[in-house]
């Protein structure tokens, strides 16, 4: 059986790869595959040489830029490992990561100068700073990025690598400190070829990734509108450089729509990669408002992970691009490939319904396997290629990372029911479960009901502390600038379509962020503004 390394593999499919093929794209400028091997080969090179040993974690605190892929080049060709940093996190939710990951190496860029300087005298781990920035205003103690990328011949490091080799995605889930997520490299890939399997071939090993390219040029161009320091955006572009193709990001320091659709056009962007309806409304808005403006015939998929998209933006998106195909990708920085849909134009599937992944089983609270169209809930569990675990965290990693029946499982806690098809529909993540009068509510349920009101934009569903029911269903909505606000109807609308328990007693409009800037929920927000409402009757 194959074992996989990404460096290896992108040692093994440069060389094939056209010289002016793109590997890195950021608005205007492009980095080419010839370019970015050299650069990466210096990079990691220099890092080695400042005494970044093998497994070394690397930090990277930047924005979307072509440096953050180049470094993601470096560290997995010079076997060191790559830790994502939130750069809307303040300076000490910075430090907790430096200091959890134990980051020996942090490359940031200079509008985050100011933290570093502030965390640097508690950096004891840290022996070397990178700064990205202008070379001739750098800070004293760090070293020009530039610096790294030109010192050396750019040739590869002819190091021997192996696929146990580490890449961390630090994910903040629904509550608590951020968790490392331990990957292989040999589980990265083989679980990324998983899920394209549900698509077509894939390739077998490192000749058969190379002969793909020989024989029908590079990979896709793929636009990842979410930040690559988040799960969705880093593992989609690992995807892309794995399969010879481009990673193109926006230079934008916050989403915008018609900005993505000017990327689209002026560089035949292939496939996007979002994060549900909070970057696919303004998309779609921004072509209803422009209908004639842009040419997106190059597009074949448009993506989504992380959170539910719901089936009336696809049905306007395939109106304006009808050769596309829509895919709702059910996984987590915890595991990949748990479940797909996709629409077309020809029809798809209803919001939350996923066709189940090859390796996955659903299991109930007592671990016994859910049977299909029994209506028991139950936990969507992924077995074979699965991380290792978290980070330093070994009672954290028993509770996702379990062992049934002598099977090992990633079950980052999503409710599904298994239909009778064998298809499952997705209910929400156990851990924002409500418990009300003693009936379970999922919230993801109810919040897909509230946005087919027109007078809905966006919407969070939380529980409550209540005296009668232990917690009432509360939702907290942005409202559409368009419409009026009647509580009552939309009330009734929700309770045309589900239960009674399920309706919320009682609904919140804010104009505070519902969702951080890669479109997941922040429930936390939401149920602190309901908290600080009106009482619940």
Request: aromatic residues 8%; negative net charge.
């Amino acid at each position: 059986m194959i074992e996989w390394n990404l460096g290896d593999i992108l040692d093994a499919i440069e060389p094939a790869m056209p010289k002016d093929a793109p590997a890195l794209i950021h608005g205007d400028k492009v980095i080419t595959w010839p370019e970015m091997s050299a650069r990466s080969n210096n990079v990691a090179r220099a890092l080695r040489k400042r005494g970044a040993g093998n497994g070394a974690k690397v930090a990277f605190y930047m924005r979307n830029r072509p440096e953050y892929g180049e470094l993601m080049a470096a560290c997995f060709k010079g076997r060191l490992t790559h830790v994502n940093i939130n750069y809307r996190y303040i300076p000490e939710e910075v430090f907790y990561i430096f200091d959890d990951s134990d980051s020996e190496v942090i490359v940031y860029s200079s509008e985050f100068r100011d933290c570093i300087v502030e965390l640097k005298d508690r950096l004891e781990k840290v022996h070397t700073f990178v700064e990205i920035g202008d070379p001739d205003d750098i800070a004293p103690f760090a070293i020009p990025y530039e610096t790294l990328a030109g010192e050396g011949d750019g040739s590869p490091l002819g190091i021997e690598r192996s696929p146990e080799d580490l890449l961390f995605i630090y994910t903040g889930g629904t509550t608590g400190m951020p968790k490392g997520v331990m990957w292989q490299h040999d589980d990265m890939r083989k679980a990324q070829l998983d899920a394209q399997k549900l698509l077509g071939p894939v390739p077998q090993s490192l000749e058969e990734n190379v002969a793909l390219i020989e024989s029908e040029g590079p990979g896709r161009r793929t636009l990842s509108s979410c930040p690559l320091m988040h799960g969705t955006g880093f593992i989609t572009a690992i995807g892309a450089l794995m399969s010879g193709g481009a990673v193109v990001t926006l230079p934008s320091l916050s989403f915008e729509a018609e900005e993505l659709w000017d990327i689209v056009e002026q560089h035949k962007v292939e496939s996007i990669a979002i994060v549900g309806d909070a970057f696919a409304k303004p998309m779609l808005r921004a072509l209803d408002e422009n209908p004639d403006r842009w040419d997106t015939s190059s597009l074949i998929t448009i993506l989504s992970s992380g959170v539910m998209w719901s089936k009336e933006v696809k049905a306007g998106l395939c109106k304006h691009i009808p050769q596309v195909a829509l895919m709702d990708s059910f996984g987590a920085s915890e595991g990949l490939g748990y479940g797909l849909s996709v629409t077309t134009a020809e029809g798809g599937t209803n919001t939350a319904k996923f066709g189940i992944g090859e390796f996955c089983d659903v299991f109930d609270e007592e671990d016994k396997i859910v049977q299909p169209g029994s209506g028991v809930p139950g936990f969507i569990a992924r077995k074979g290629a699965i991380p290792l675990g978290y980070y330093k965290d070994p009672e954290k990693s028993a509770k996702t990372f379990k062992t049934i029946d002598g099977v090992r499982y990633s079950i980052p806690g999503d409710w599904c029911q298994v239909e009778t098809d064998g298809s499952l529909t997705l209910l929400g993540r156990g851990s924002v479960c409500i418990n009300t009068a003693g009936e379970k509510v999922y919230p993801e349920e109810v919040e897909e009901v509230l946005k087919t009101h027109p007078a809905i934009a966006d919407a969070l569903v939380v529980g409550v502390p209540h005296e009668k029911w232990g917690q009432a269903v509360t939702a907290v909505v942005h409202l559409d600038e368009s419409s009026e606000f009647d509580e009552k109807a939309v009330i009734g609308h929700v309770r045309e379509q589900l239960a009674g328990y399920k309706t919320p007693k009682a609904i919140h409009p804010t104009a505070t962020p519902l969702r951080a800037s890669n479109g997941k929920a922040d429930y936390a927000a939401a149920k602190k503004i309901a908290e600080g409402s009106r009482a619940v009757a």
